[in-house]
């Protein structure tokens, strides 16, 4: 019987009480006495020199109260990249400085160069359009494969080339790789484009900043997956405000999927004005600002090769890939195609040889970032592509070839040929429950239904293992890494027993709020909406690195078991005391700390009552209070895993592609809100999906973003997507952290792509048109019609 | 958006004076279109006439000649529900946008813009419509006159669309993945002196009759009549969701489907 409370149940989330009421409080409901207004100017043009940015008129127009251009920043910090990466010559990468506003040159379409702070927005906006920027557009580039020939146009003039890094991965393992694949007897070898999305978080971003001249503190309310980093970047790299005087707040977030990890001009800029007119300054993207400025997601160009025995036996996996990065570095624009996409490149399989090549590029595009998966999901498609495109070539069932390559649960902890060592799974187990889930046997009846209506049945599978939890910090500090990748919780329980939990990690639509009590109800024997969760202001909760990657539970979580630990710890010694017993004989169960062998007891809310009322307490031994922080880093990444399908009808008269059934097998580690989980996936699903079908991001070769709306860039609605088939009852615990979770929050958005495009070009080859061997996502009706009629 | 002041009109006639008064004025229907606009500040109109409060402009009955009016400043949610006298049309207004589109889109405000993929040229089209405005009649024949330009004079309004009913129609509408517009869709209306056959979405010269495709098929009202024919992708829309070619192809394939569906 499913459990109804704790750790296990479904408990209903209940921060979706305000989300689904209108009354969650936003960046943009915020309203403080006095706030003002910023607009921004943005480029046009996708590379140009800024000659003259003439401000007179504006500055005076009706309820202007600051102008501010590049100039204004030109003698503070630029925004870093969180990692640094060196080239395969041991070269650090190109790190072209990032400024609060565009100066000298604007590198992108919708480039920020100029802010107006106004009284009301309308009144910014009318003194924006009379700012006069003389700007001399120069030749764009927008095309990688371009951008890295001699004589391209530059993005950065000042560092000579377009190229950031060419990183190799891993490099010692070149010549081994090159040779398997020489001497293989068959490889298979194909080019694709994972396309580059606009993220399209459902609240825009928005910041806004308060300035106490009194105190000299600064407040920022904005939308951030994580305030301390937000906090820091901007303390010690772009404005040098003291980080004790700067507090960050990121109140209810409406969706991120990675776009609200990074720092942005925007809100240094809104801090800045603050100060200098001494009021609120507030901003919240237009959603065409957003399709201009927020870092968008994927964008590589790869080439991979697969070399196998004819039985299907992988030899080697060998890939180059060109990552755009855009126009500057985003905060972790670097890590995504290097460590978290380099280093899955040897997916689920026992395979020898792995060797991959990324080359991160500079274009007149907007910037590059983690999106959903990050990384993950380019790898991902890569293997999975090329597995089921060999498959088909030696006559292979693509399940059987993939169950021929696993590794074997006894393998575990396994080190991949990319260098990871994955400490559980179980591969074969993943792809029996899908198997019982898609009712293969009755395919082929679909198929012909389907054919007697005219259209194409295609079944498409794939398997995926992705990494979670990015750690520890003393490696990828080796690595390159720039900060820490810990988190931490501080449990504080009243007086009265109830418990509030400030925690690291960010909710932004994962249900923090719900789930993490579940896991303290559970170790303390207390009802779980006894437990508040406090997370998103860097005065209340201790430093934490925040929300991404699904990391939450399995870092953040740990934190929070950590700190709870130590709260019974401390319990067990006010509680001998109150039992006037040894310590080492007290132990806790379902909330009550007894003596062992006796029936003599105390509850946890008399213990807490204790601790903050001390009368008759052994202060000698024990602080008043019971509160404790822990900080948690992890001693792996964790690696959840599944195996996906989907089934597919195209319409050969018109390319249309319908998904029919969807199914995913997911393994997660053990599973702390089953309900979450699934919508999780869900979200995950619809995303991966839009990527594989609908989400185009078209820049033309003078850099301007010709699907910057909703009319030309298409999310995925529900009536595109089928009614899923979810499952994540194969559970093999994480091994090194302390729930044995590993993540869910990505891997719908990671494992659904290729599932998708193998499904059609199954499709395609069951109507005849065998000479489709791969279509570029995402799969739209006339992408899919020309392949049929090339 | 700039500062606009707004007019709410009882009448056609005070509507007409408003627009004619200044040639800073601009009719606004349901506004799907306009607002958008003048959120973007793309437009900078000193006087919006709204149309949507004149009581003559709203509506569908049935004239007695049996045709099916609507009022200009019907929203599409109204047709829906209440031109059940011609399926065909009720259907596509049923399919235009979403249930917030349609009611505040208008039939004349959808007329009067003329996207090139929009649904209802298509319907007055091929139903050979007479669209009615406060100065004169105008056959649907005559009206469309390239993407976004029609027959209507500065401050004229459409005040009632007159569509015959044939006996057998359908519209057959192959979405644009992101805005849901028509990528291409056809128009089939089967009359007893003939079939007419309208294409929206396609051409870079807006709503069109396939003069090929309505002699074959008033000869045989069938999707095989077509096979013959084709349509040629040049001068046909091409854009990041489809090629000129792609469109003249799939315009075929919809006539086709709107044949076989028709009812």
């Known amino acids: 019987m499913p459990k109804d409370h704790g750790v296990g149940a479904s408990s209903a989330r209940r921060e979706d009480v305000r989300f689904l009421t209108g009354r969650g409080k936003y960046t943009d409901d915020i309203a403080l006495q006095g706030q003002t207004h910023a607009v921004f100017v943005r480029s046009q043009v996708a590379n140009g020199v800024i000659t003259s940015i003439d401000t007179t008129e504006a500055a005076a127009m009706p309820g202007v109260l600051a102008v501010f251009t590049g100039a204004d920043f030109a003698d503070v910090g630029g925004n870093p990249a969180g990692w640094q990466i060196n080239s395969r010559d041991g070269e650090p990468m190109k790190e072209p400085k990032r400024p609060v506003l565009a100066h000298g040159k604007v590198r992108h379409v919708g480039d920020a160069y100029a802010a107006v702070i106004a009284e009301t927005e309308e009144q910014a906006r009318d003194a924006a359009e009379a700012i006069v920027a003389e700007i001399e557009e120069q030749p764009a580039v927008v095309d990688m494969g371009k951008a890295l020939e001699d004589g391209s146009p530059l993005v950065h003039d000042e560092i000579g080339t377009n190229q950031c890094f060419d990183w190799g991965w891993i490099e010692d393992n070149r010549a081994a790789t090159d040779a398997a694949i020489k001497a293989a007897p068959h490889v298979t070898t194909l080019e694709l484009v994972n396309n580059r999305l606009v993220p399209n978080a459902m609240e825009p971003r928005a910041s806004m900043a308060d300035y106490d001249p009194g105190t000299g503190d600064y407040t920022l309310y904005t939308t951030s997956q994580n305030p301390h980093l937000t906090r820091l970047l901007i303390s010690a790299f772009v404005l040098g405000i003291p980080e004790n005087k700067l507090k960050v707040v990121a109140p209810d977030v409406g969706g991120g999927f990675g776009s609200k990890i990074y720092h942005y001009g925007e809100e240094a800029l809104v801090l800045a004005a603050a100060k200098k007119i001494g009021r609120p300054v507030r901003w919240t993207a237009s959603r065409s600002e957003s399709f201009l400025s927020d870092a968008h997601g994927r964008d590589h160009v790869t080439k991979i090769e697969l070399a196998c025995e004819e039985d299907g036996t992988f030899i080697a996996f060998r890939t180059e890939t060109m990552a755009n990065v855009g126009a500057y570095l985003s905060n972790f624009s ?53 597995i089921d495109m060999a498959a088909r070539e030696l006559g292979i069932d693509p399940l059987e070839i993939r169950r021929r390559n696993f590794v074997q649960p006894d393998q575990f902890p396994f080190t991949s040929a990319a260098g990871l060592e994955y400490d559980t799974g179980d591969y074969g187990a993943l792809v029996d429950t899908l198997e019982e889930m898609i009712d293969r046997d009755g395919f082929e009846a679909r198929r012909r239904d389907s054919a007697a209506r005219g259209k194409l049945r295609g079944l498409g599978v794939n398997t995926y293992i992705e990494a979670c939890g990015i750690a520890p910090s003393n490696l990828v500090g080796v690595l390159g890494a720039r900060v820490g990748l810990y988190d931490a919780a501080t449990v504080r329980v009243n007086a009265t027993g109830n418990i509030a939990v400030m925690v690291g990690a960010h909710s932004h639509g994962q249900g923090h709020e719900t789930a993490f009590p579940q896991v303290v109800a559970d170790m303390l024997g207390v009802d779980e909406n006894s437990i508040e969760i406090v997370h998103g202001d860097t005065s209340k909760i201790p430093f934490g690195m925040g929300t991404y990657g699904s990391r939450s539970l399995a870092v953040c979580g740990s934190a929070v078991v950590r ?33 062992a062998g006796t029936d003599k007891s105390v509850g946890f809310g008399d213990v807490a009552l204790k601790a903050y009322i001390p009368h008759d307490f052994p202060l000698e031994e024990v602080e008043p209070g019971l509160e404790e922080t822990a900080f948690y880093d992890p001693a792996n990444f964790t690696y959840p895993s599944g195996a996906y399908a989907c089934e597919v009808e195209v319409d050969p008269e018109t390319g249309k592609v319908t998904v029919d059934r969807f199914a995913a097998a997911d393994d997660f580690g053990n599973v702390i809100n089953p309900m979450i989980v699934t919508g999780q996936v869900h979200g995950g699903l619809a995303q991966g999906i839009g990527q594989a079908l609908l989400e185009q991001t078209t820049y033309d070769s003078e850099g301007q973003l010709i699907s910057a709306s909703y009319m030309d860039y298409a999310m995925p609605r529900a009536d595109d997507l089928p009614f899923y088939e979810v499952d994540h009852s194969c559970q093999t615990p994480c091994t090194h952290n302390p729930l044995g979770v590993k993540g869910c929050g990505e891997a719908g958005a990671i494992g659904s792509p290729p599932s998708v495009v193998n499904a059609v070009i199954d499709a395609l080859h069951a109507g005849g048109h065998t000479h489709v061997t791969h279509i570029d996502m995402p799969l739209t009706p006339a992408r899919v019609w020309s392949a049929i009629n090339s | ?126 139903s050979g419509a007479r669209i009615i405005t406060n100065a004169r009649e105008i056959a649907a024949d005559d009206y469309f006159q390239g993407m976004f330009t029609t027959a209507l004079d500065e401050g004229e309004i459409i005040t009632e669309v007159r569509f015959p009913v044939p006996e057998k129609a359908h519209y057959e509408k192959f979405d644009q993945p992101a805005s849901r517009f028509a990528l291409t869709a056809v128009f089939v209306a089967k009359y007893a002196d003939g079939v007419r056959v309208a294409v929206t979405g396609a051409s870079e010269e807006g709503v069109f009759r396939w003069s090929e495709a309505e002699a074959a098929l008033s000869a045989d009202f069938s999707a095989e009549a077509l096979s013959g024919l084709s349509l040629s992708g040049d001068g046909m829309i091409s854009d990041l969701h489809g090629s000129g070619a792609y469109r003249a192809h799939l315009a075929k394939v919809l006539t086709g489907r709107a044949v076989a569906a028709a009812r």
Do not use: W
């Open chain 2, 1 to 126: 958006m700039y500062a606009f002041d707004l007019e709410r009109p009882g009448r056609i006639a005070d509507a007409v004076k408003l627009l004619s008064d200044s040639e800073e004025s601009q009719p606004l229907g349901g506004g799907q279109t306009l607002i958008p606009t003048l959120k973007q500040r793309l437009a900078m109109p000193e006087r919006l006439v709204s149309l949507t409060a004149i009581p003559e402009m709203q509506g569908v009955c049935l004239s007695d000649a049996g045709e099916v009016c609507i009022g200009g400043a019907t929203t599409h949610a109204t047709v829906a529900a209440e031109a059940g006298a011609y399926p065909a049309l009720a259907a596509l207004a049923a399919g235009i946008g979403d249930p917030a589109v349609r009611n505040r889109g208008t039939i004349g405000g959808s007329l009067a813009n003329n996207d090139p993929s929009a649904c209802y040229p298509a319907a007055a089209l091929g």
């Open chain 1, 334 to 386: 670097t890590a995504t195609p290097t460590f978290l996409h380099g280093t899955l490149m040897a997916g689920n399989y026992a395979v020898p040889n792995v060797y991959v090549n990324v080359k991160a590029v500079f274009t007149n595009t907007a910037p590059v970032d983690a999106y959903r998966g990050a990384g993950r999901p380019e790898a991902t498609y890569s293997l999975e592509r090329v």
């Open chain 1, 563 to 595: 700190a709870t630990d130590k709260i019974i710890t401390k319990g067990k010694k006010i509680a001998a005391h109150m039992l006037e017993a040894a310590e080492a004989d007290i132990e806790f169960t379902d909330g009550q700390f007894s003596v």
